[in-house]
């Protein structure tokens, strides 16, 4: 197992490398840098930009550019964000908890309720509740993410307002609640994200879990424990789901490149201040660093998470091996 | 682009007839109401403002965004503050802010600022002449980089005579020397910022401190969630009715549009003509159409952008630009896109600018005189029906930004406005980064260019002489008329107003006949704010000027009024 994950980890660091590498080339040969973005106004002269190119490091080579991040990256410097003026450090320090907020809590919740949709199913195969069951997660399956965020805003901040439209807080009153009026106001911004992100990952998970269930439910062991009189809804709760959790455990590794990435759309819908959003308009504002940092965090998390995957799988599977 | 005219008709109308009736309904402009003075229970209340950017420098002399520069403004003042006409010729208008008064040296190459004795920073130490000359070197030093720098290059220095009088020396005598001065240099405090070298300033912790003169403070500023500001109440200017204003900051246009009509937030600068169907039918808003100073042209490159310095093989002709000009129904794609909201321009010029003239005559809408002034150049169809001459097809780009709608729409009908007349555009949509660098460059064909000038003829300069042709100017056609220069310069020399205007008339009437560029629209700017909350007078330059003057009655308050500037709970 030790040389597994030794592999893994060199392999995981390599690929960090990589897609930090392309992305850094990537935004630096798109069109535009950030001081033209932000001091494209009248009466800037180009020396101005060009002044503050040369504060940056903006006007060298971009081979000397990328060894200066690389060194800096490896000290765990990220560089000054253009857009915010801030160095990234600072500006993801505030993002990725809001994010790991959101996204951690959905997926918390809708593994809990995939899991739960996908045994409800399974219990009576076919029946009323499996196939009604079966059309509303084929259809939340279908719909697009950001769709789904403005039907649920539409309804639940507008039509029936009961919900907040956007934001992590109330901008004014938060800071005079009490701690449990601060707590129910946080939680009263959650709602309309979470239920989004929820509805659309528990769609995905319950139809996993509902073929992996579907694939053991024949199996020897399964007739034997019903024929030795377990009823058919303990032998799938008892037996069937613990036989059948492998796929999930591998979903919930893909998962977790989300918490640090972030969901765009749902952000972007509620304008929830996360790492996607961040991600999404430091490329529009040519942010060099803060894309990269960006793209760093989100490789390092898709690394992490394959790895943790393949791990919890072979712990969790005594017949798989690793090698 | 397959889209056709049509399919753009009926998106218009469907907002259309609410647009016209919002206007009708809530349309009585802000700047001829006479609103009600506030009483002394009138003062208090809290305006929640929605963005749809997030502040990164609120430091005078580094900001480049509308929110940098409106939080800045709120939080620092000038010497003095221009007047609702904007004049920027002498002082005549100006009003006082830190400088109680101003005397002009009999050569007028000097003024003396008198300070307010009684104006202080935020922290309480007395605003001093020293700071004044401060804020002008921090300007004009190169290594800050101040975006303004240019603005100031005729101030020579500031010397201090006291500790509440400042002398501004000057190297010529110009009619805007005084708004070069106080328009554009905020006063900042020495004691706070001089301890940083200026080059350091950009990444300066201390620059985010916000710490001004101005009628509010910084109390607190969360990345992604909000910035409050609240009233200086001991200010020297008096305190401003509003206890407090807290921005309501997002990334996105719509999330801060929608905290606006879910009432989270009670203001929202720009709404776009789409919008303006549910603010009719919101009982608690109202539309707060206020003046602006931009405009939109299709500015048509003269220079050919694959060999710079020759003439463009199409646009270098002015029959041909007079022609695609004369092609373009420019009232009815006004009606299209924008409904009755939004004004046609009328030059070069938008029309609160100080110089402009909306009586000019303009190219007009004929098809067939720009058909026969294309004939008579020697643009003939081609077996496609795109002209030719000499081997060169009569086809071009229309670069225009992903980011607005309206800029998209207007592109599509200018494609086909030049297909009746045998030219063939491709829009060519890029984001603002990839736009910005083509205009830079000068590496576009026409493009869809939007913005709002300085208020005052420099403004004018800026754009269309000579002296812009370069990076550093905004001559982004690269049009070139030595009789256009000399009456910009000219005007921009006149001490009489009148004789500003009438050189720039000319110049205009010039540059018309000349077609750079196809003068569109200038975009309706409407603003949603809660009925509530009553307003004053807006500048065209700076909606925000009397911000600290917005008062919300008493009886019509809501929780988040009432707090007072009681100080946050203890988390």
Request: proline share 7%.
């Amino acid at each position: 197992m030790r040389r597994f994950v030794a592999g893994r980890l060199a392999q995981a660091v390599i690929v960090v490398f990589l897609v930090t590498t392309v992305t850094f080339l990537l935004v630096h040969l798109a069109p535009g840098d950030p001081i033209s973005v932000a001091l494209d106004k009248p009466g800037v002269t180009e020396a101005v930009r060009q002044q503050w190119r040369e504060s940056f490091g903006l006007d060298r080579p971009l081979g000397e550019q990328y060894l200066r991040w690389v060194g800096n990256a490896a000290r765990g410097e990220l560089g000054w964000s253009f857009s915010f003026r801030r160095p990234v450090r600072d500006v993801i320090a505030e993002a990725l908890p809001r994010t790991l907020l959101l996204v951690g809590l959905s997926v918390v919740f809708s593994f809990a309720l995939g899991i739960v949709v996908a045994v409800l199913q399974t219990e009576r195969p076919g029946g009323h509740r499996d196939r009604w069951l079966g059309r509303i997660l084929l259809l939340l399956y279908s719909v697009p993410d950001f769709w789904l965020a403005l039907v649920v805003l539409l309804l639940f901040a507008y039509r029936v307002p009961i919900f907040p439209p956007s934001g992590i807080v109330d901008p004014v009153l938060h800071d005079y609640m009490s701690f449990s009026g601060r707590l129910a106001d946080r939680l009263r911004h959650l709602v309309l994200p979470v239920t989004t992100l929820t509805l659309l990952a528990t769609a995905a998970i319950s139809r996993h879990q509902r073929s992996a269930l579907a694939e053991v439910m024949p199996s020897d062991w399964m007739r034997t424990a019903i024929a030795k009189g377990l009823s058919h809804r303990r032998a799938v709760r008892r037996h069937a789901l613990r036989n059948a959790l492998l796929p999930s455990i591998t979903l919930a590794g893909l998962y977790l490149p989300a918490l640090a990435a972030g969901a765009l759309f749902v952000e972007k819908v509620y304008s929830w201040p996360g790492m996607g959003l961040l991600a999404a308009n430091a490329i529009v504002a040519r942010d060099y660093p803060l894309i990269t940092a960006s793209v760093l965090i989100t490789s390092v998390a898709v690394a992490f998470g394959a790895l943790l995957a393949d791990v919890a799988v072979a712990a969790a599977d005594p017949r798989v091996r690793v090698s | 682009m397959p889209c056709t005219s049509h399919r753009l008709s009926f998106r218009a109308t469907r907002w259309i007839p609410a647009a016209i009736a919002g206007v009708l309904l809530f349309g009585c402009t802000e700047v001829k109401e006479q609103p009600q003075s506030a009483g002394p229970a009138d003062v208090g209340g809290t305006m929640v403002v929605a963005t749809p950017a997030e502040p990164g420098s609120i430091l005078p002399g580094l900001y480049s965004t509308s929110i940098e520069r409106q939080v800045t403004d709120l939080l620092f003042d000038r010497l003095a503050e221009i007047g609702d006409g904007l004049n920027s010729i002498g002082d005549k208008g100006f009003r006082p802010q830190l400088a109680a008064r101003w005397e002009w040296a009999p050569d007028s190459l000097s003024i003396v600022f008198h300070l307010d004795p009684r104006a202080r920073w935020h922290d309480g130490q007395p605003v001093r002449a020293s700071d004044v000359r401060y804020s002008v070197n921090l300007i004009k030093d190169p290594s800050f980089g101040s975006p303004m720098a240019s603005s100031t290059m005729n101030v020579d220095s500031v010397s201090v005579r006291d500790s509440l009088t400042a002398v501004a020396y000057f190297k010529r005598h110009t009619p805007e020397q005084f708004f070069d001065l106080v328009y554009q240099v905020s006063i900042v405090p020495e004691h706070i910022l001089g301890n940083t070298p200026p080059a350091q300033l950009k990444t300066a912790e201390v620059a985010r401190r916000g710490i001004g003169s101005g009628r509010f403070r910084l109390a607190k500023w969360e990345q992604g969630k909000s910035l409050t500001l609240v009233a200086d109440t001991l200010n020297y200017r008096g305190r401003p009715k509003l206890d407090r204003i807290v921005y309501s900051l997002s990334l996105d246009f719509n999330s801060a549009v929608a905290r606006l009509f879910s009432g989270d937030a009670d203001f929202f600068e720009q709404l776009r003509p789409e919008n303006m169907a549910k603010l009719a039918t919101d009982t608690s808003l109202r539309a707060l159409p206020y003046p602006s100073l931009q405009h939109t042209f299709l500015a048509l490159n003269t220079i050919d952008p694959a060999h710079p310095g020759q003439p463009n093989p199409i646009f270098g002709d002015r029959v041909v630009r007079r022609a695609l000009t004369m092609a373009v129904d420019r009232q009815g794609m006004l009606r299209n896109v924008f409904g009755a909201m939004a004004h046609p321009s009328y030059g070069p010029f938008p029309r609160y600018l100080g110089v402009a003239d909306t009586t000019l005559p303009q190219l007009p809408y004929d098809t067939l005189k720009a058909r026969a002034l294309l004939d008579s150049a020697g643009w003939v169809p081609g077996p496609d029906g795109v002209r030719i001459r000499n081997g060169q097809r009569l086809a071009f780009g229309i670069t225009t930004t992903v980011s607005s709608a309206s800029r998209k729409q207007y592109s599509v009908l200018l494609q086909e406005a030049f297909k009746r007349i045998g030219a063939a555009a491709t829009v060519d949509a890029v984001d603002f980064a990839g736009a910005s660098t083509k205009l830079q460059g000068r590496s576009f064909e026409t493009a869809l260019v939007t913005f709002s000038p300085d208020p005052n003829v420099s403004g004018v300069r800026q754009a269309w002489s000579s002296a812009a042709l370069g990076k550093d100017g905004l001559n982004y056609p690269s049009y070139v008329n030595p009789t256009v220069d000399a009456l910009l310069d000219s005007a921009t020399l006149a001490f009489d107003p009148a004789r500003a205007r009438a050189y720039s008339r000319r110049a205009f009437e010039i540059i018309i006949e000349d077609a750079p560029g196809i003068w569109l629209y200038e975009a309706p700017t409407v603003a949603g704010i809660h009925k509530r909350i009553h307003t004053t007078g807006i500048r065209a330059d700076e909606y925000w000027a009397g911000m600290a003057d917005w008062w919300i009655p008493a009886s019509e308050r809501t929780p988040r009024d009432r707090i007072g500037l009681r100080p946050a709970a203890t988390p």
